[in-house]
């Protein structure tokens, strides 16, 4: 038996299709918890609604503490072998459960995968079916890192009992997910990878995608790098599985001084904030990998490469400018 924890806040517009849609899986071995974290619209009285109509959906009220604090509630609400996690904004095919177990493997952990609705140029990220043990996960990491596999809790079935005490880090409100794929990793014998991709990751609701600059986010990018490099090097024979960390860093460097650009800071306090970030020795080296960028990134990445302040400004005014154009 599995549960299924989804999180929810303020998700009233997309509720339902999410419940529903895990209503009809072909596979009824489920039970649902739906975590309201203190949600403000009608989100708490649905899942009350849910609970009330299904023996095998629990409603739970907790005040706000966010995406990590809501998951950890429904980990501690769990008593069932399994456990999956579903965000209230997305949804999945009735298949889903079915695809996932349909190995029936002893795996210490199922990852699957998902389609992006909403930018069409990534469409489904998956991997090839596989079954690996410990000593094999270092030959799929990259692969996992470039398709976000290692860095989302989504389409994937992990142990209760591997769980154990383990929980979301409620401290941090970046990559956090990540760096729970990783602590859980590290307790797996074997991993079963299913080529799936049933569970749909939505990303038209731009009240969800939606970030504010947070300064602090500078040092946590490089900290998941440093954090992902060194589950690498613990899985990975020659100590390196490729540059999937480093591009990955790149692009993350990349986006953060886009925020910091567009920050309400005074200039002088974004050109601080920037400089901090390229003075950094991983973003800088990681800028000077062998990879390739879209051109979108790559003409930014160049100009980091040559510390340029004033070329990354201008670079991203003129996006902008492109951006309200375009609309």
């Known amino acids: 038996m599995i549960d299924i924890i989804i999180p929810v806040y303020n998700a009233e517009r997309f509720l339902k299709r999410c419940v529903n849609s895990v209503l009809m899986q072909t596979n009824p071995n489920w039970n649902m918890i739906l975590v309201d974290d203190g949600s403000i619209d009608n989100s708490g009285n649905l899942c009350d609604f849910y609970a009330e109509k299904y023996s095998n959906i629990t409603s739970i009220h907790k005040p706000n503490g966010g995406v990590s604090s809501a998951r950890n509630a429904g980990i501690d609400k769990s008593n069932n072998e399994y456990i999956m996690f579903v965000d209230s904004d997305d949804w999945v095919r009735p298949d889903l459960l079915e695809k996932l177990f349909s190995k029936k493997s002893e795996a210490d952990v199922i990852v699957g995968g998902y389609a992006v609705e909403g930018i069409p140029s990534v469409g489904s990220q998956m991997l090839p079916d596989r079954y690996l043990t410990i000593e094999e996960i270092g030959e799929v990491f990259q692969q996992m890192i470039e398709t ?88 990975c024979g020659d100590g390196s599985c490729g540059t999937a960390l480093e591009k990955r860093l790149c692009e993350n460097g990349i986006n953060m001084l886009q925020m910091i650009f567009a920050s309400e800071n005074p200039y002088k306090k974004k050109e601080t904030l920037a400089l901090k970030l390229l003075d950094g020795r991983d973003f800088s080296a990681s800028c000077k990998g062998d990879f390739h960028l879209p051109l979108v990134l790559e003409l930014p990445r160049k100009l980091c490469k040559w510390h340029s302040i004033i070329g990354l400004r201008f670079f991203f005014m003129l996006k902008d400018i492109g951006r309200v154009i375009v609309k």
């Open 148 to 235: 976000n596999l290692a860095n989302s809790p989504i389409s994937k079935v992990y142990r209760r009992s591997i769980i154990g005490n383990q929980r979301f880090d409620e401290t941090v409100a970046l990559g956090e997910d990540f760096l729970f794929n990783l602590d859980y990793f590290r307790k797996c014998k074997t991993m079963e990878i299913v080529e799936c991709d049933s569970y749909i990751y939505d990303c038209t609701n731009t009240e969800s995608a939606t970030k504010k600059f947070r300064e602090k986010d500078i040092d946590q990018i490089v900290e998941l790098y440093k954090k992902g490099k060194k589950f690498e090097r613990e899985v």
